[in-house]
């Protein structure tokens, strides 16, 4: 069982920045993704940013690319997501996700387990 705790969240200005964390109990070091998604009131959710803890490779957004970077410390268990130049369309509920075995990061649905998510909101 995995339980994942996300903090950070907070209102900033436009163009501000923010880093979000997620520390992971009970964490499997081997061939699991952990990512980060958003939902905006009324909208679905979707994928931000993922990372593989084997390789440590990482998948972006088109919407955050070159903003937004996403890092796993694998001594804390802990992944971080540093967001720079906010805008309010980044306004949202953040959420971490740890997954078993993902071959589609952004598909909410291939993904095991979820925190309860950290509120970011730009105006």
């Known amino acids: 069982h995995v339980q994942l705790v996300e903090s950070g969240g907070a209102s900033v200005q436009t163009g501000g920045s923010l880093r979000l964390a997620c520390a992971a109990s009970?964490?499997?070091?081997?061939?699991?993704?952990m990512a980060w998604f958003r939902q905006a009131p009324g909208k679905e959710r979707e994928g931000v940013a993922a990372v593989y803890a084997g390789g440590g490779s990482t998948r972006y957004a088109d919407s955050v690319r070159g903003r937004f970077t996403i890092s796993l410390d694998n001594a804390k268990n802990t992944v971080y997501l540093q967001m720079n130049s906010l805008n309010p369309e980044d306004t949202a509920m953040y959420y971490c996700a740890y997954g078993l075995f993902v071959s589609r990061v952004f598909d909410p649905s291939e993904y095991n387990y979820w925190g309860q998510g950290t509120q970011v909101t730009v105006s």
């Open positions: 009970g964490y499997t070091y081997n061939r699991n993704c």
